[in-house]
């Protein structure tokens, strides 16, 4: 089971491997807040061009995302498509649930998908 830093690791690599693939990443203002069901509650926060991944839980998340640390490394590896997880009801959605569409877009450009 995948912890926080692991998790943190993660993010900054596909954000990393991202920025070429999505320039508009550098206007984002986005921050997303999730919640382990067995590991606890961090969030991703983008801002400016820059990339936060922190622990605990954000004031104002545009959405909170809600999955087990085994879920979330599936999408995180490409193992599941993030929006399959949220058909089969793996990964909850509250907020704004049409703009985890660009976190998905981060994910899979981070990962080389298109």
Known sequence: MAGFEEFKKRFEELYNNALSRLPELQGWNKTYQIILEDDGKFYV?????????????????????????????????????????????KIKITGNVLDTINLKKLIDAGLGKE
Do not use: W
Request: aromatic share 2%.
């Open 45 to 89: 926060s983008i801002k400016n061009g820059r990339l936060e991944v922190a622990e605990g839980e954000h004031p104002s998340p545009i959405a909170t995302l809600q999955a087990t640390s085994e879920v979330l490394s599936q999408i995180l590896s490409g193992e599941l498509d993030a929006m399959k997880a949220f058909m089969m009801r």
